[in-house]
């Protein structure tokens, strides 16, 4: 049997106007699939990389990897999930923009009790990203600084949290006072606004010229040069995120000169690839979530239709905090 399903595809790569919401018809789950009534459609940047061909992908394609809601229907070899659970996932084909589809059970996260399912749409692919890179790719600890770029952006704020709840002295990066505000009752020790604020002097400054022994930056091009400039020796540079476009290609003679420095590009998919470490991720985030430690910020939710302007305004930098799509 197939139901109806309301899709947001794309044709061809582009602008966010090539984004188009259809009707298809969805066939009941397959082995190892559940079927999901989606509520809430978490957006990441990284849509807009696929979007716009940045990441090359075969199209017409769907976009998106993180939605929250309800099974439906369960195929066959599948014992974890039954109808009527709540569940959430980030990872797997693009396709979440959408109010009903199809995913490999392996990928689903069932939703703690207490957890609203807007609120896990909006947590968990940030969530997730913020425990990688600050407990497995540089274990940051108690009294450390750490210079974190987009602190007021959905993993900006939830890594700020995280930051404060493990003691670590956190420097946030933002534009805008009110951006600058926000990250600074998002666990920011410090914020740097960058409309009116030089980000390595005032590194420098709050560091006693020392410099920081991480950098978390998702901005790429534009911030690359002072990222290296920002850390101590032997320091790490953790390039996350390639906003404004790729970093420089990087030569061990420009690590070596700048203090030993260590340079890793690494990617939710990887720390996250296998099911155990997925969960184990996912199930510390809800943790902190559940103790307090941690507040969703929901920002910006929009209609399923409305994809396109939420794309544009992601790319224009006029998001604060998570941003989500209403089927």
């Given amino acids: 049997m197939t139901s ?9 790569a582009g ?22 009534r989606q509520h809430a459609v978490g957006l990441n ?3 807009c990389y696929f979007r716009s061909g940045y990441y090359p992908a075969p199209t017409p394609a769907g976009v ?11 195929g066959s070899g599948v014992t ?9 996932y980030a990872s797997g084909a693009p396709g979440s923009y959408a109010d009903l589809r199809n995913m490999p059970a392996d990928r689903l996260i069932a939703i703690p009790d207490g957890i609203a399912e807007e609120d896990a749409a909006a947590l968990l692919m940030k969530g997730m990203t913020a425990e990688y890179l600050l407990t497995r790719c540089y274990p940051l600890k108690a009294g450390e600084f750490a210079l974190f770029y987009a602190a ?20 946030g990066v933002a534009a805008g006072e009110e951006k600058c505000r926000l990250a600074k009752q998002s666990g920011y020790a410090f914020v740097i606004d960058r409309t ?41 540079f953790v390039s996350f995120g390639t906003t404004t476009g790729a970093p420089p290609p990087v030569e061990a003679a420009l690590l070596q000169k700048s203090g030993s420095l260590y340079f890793t590009r690494p990617t939710l998919a990887t720390y996250c690839s296998a099911r155990p470490d997925m969960l184990a991720s996912a199930t510390k985030l809800f943790d902190l979530v559940r103790a307090g430690a941690i507040k969703p910020s929901i920002g910006q939710r929009y209609a ?17 905090g998570a941003s989500l799509l209403i089927p």
């Fill in 64 to 74: 998106g990897t993180e939605a929250a809601g309800v099974v439906e229907q369960v």
């Fill in 4 to 12: 109806k399903a309301r899709v947001v595809r794309y044709a061809t």
């Fill in 304 to 320: 399923l239709s409305d994809a396109p302007s939420a794309h544009r305004d992601l790319e224009s930098g006029k998001t604060i």
């Fill in 152 to 171: 007021s952006g959905g993993v900006g704020l939830i890594a700020g949290q995280w930051g404060r709840h493990i003691g670590a002295r956190m420097i």
């Fill in 15 to 36: 602008a966010p106007e090539v984004l188009a919401m259809e009707t298809i018809d969805l066939p009941d789950p397959g082995p190892g699939e559940v079927q999901i």
């Fill in 45 to 47: 940047y990284m849509d």
């Fill in 196 to 236: 009116r604020e030089d980000v390595l002097a005032r590194v420098k400054e709050i560091t006693g010229g020392a410099g920081v022994p991480v950098v978390y930056d998702s901005i790429g091009k534009a911030t690359f040069e002072t990222s290296i400039k920002s850390l101590a020796p032997r320091g790490v």
């Fill in 80 to 88: 974890e999930f039954e109808a009527g659970d709540r569940v959430v």
